[in-house]
Structures are given as C-alpha cells and as structure tokens.
C-alpha cells in the first residue's frame, strides 16, 4: 500500500472497484501498472500479455 501512495502523494482509502479477469496459478510472476487520476488510483494487474485484475482504490489527498 505505502509503494503505491508514496508517488502519488496520497492515502489510500478503499476498494473502490476491481474485476477478477483471469486466474493465476501459483508460481506466475505478475506485474502492477497504476495511475493516479481524478476519481482515485487505477491500477492492472499483468501475467505475461494477460490482464488478469483491473480496479480502482478511493484515495484522499493529505
């Protein structure tokens, strides 16, 4: 959690919104891209080519 508010200068406050697109097995490496933007911290998460979860946290502002 802090390894995603730190750069975007904010607190994270809930789950706003994520899908579970594809399964992940033991053992597969996945990858994090996020976004900071006007409604909260979008993020996706990536095994391989794959988009395995999407979603949105709600983020306050210190």
Excluded: W
């Excluded at 996945?30 to 095994?47: H, K, M, Q, S």
């Amino acid at each position: 959690q802090r390894a995603l508010e730190a750069p975007c200068h904010c607190r994270i406050t809930g789950l706003a919104q994520a899908k579970f697109l594809s399964p992940v097995t033991p053992g597969e490496m996945l990858e994090l891209d996020y976004e900071a933007g006007t409604t909260g911290l979008r993020f996706e998460i990536r095994c391989g080519t794959r988009r395995v979860a999407s979603g949105r946290y709600s983020v306050a502002t210190p």
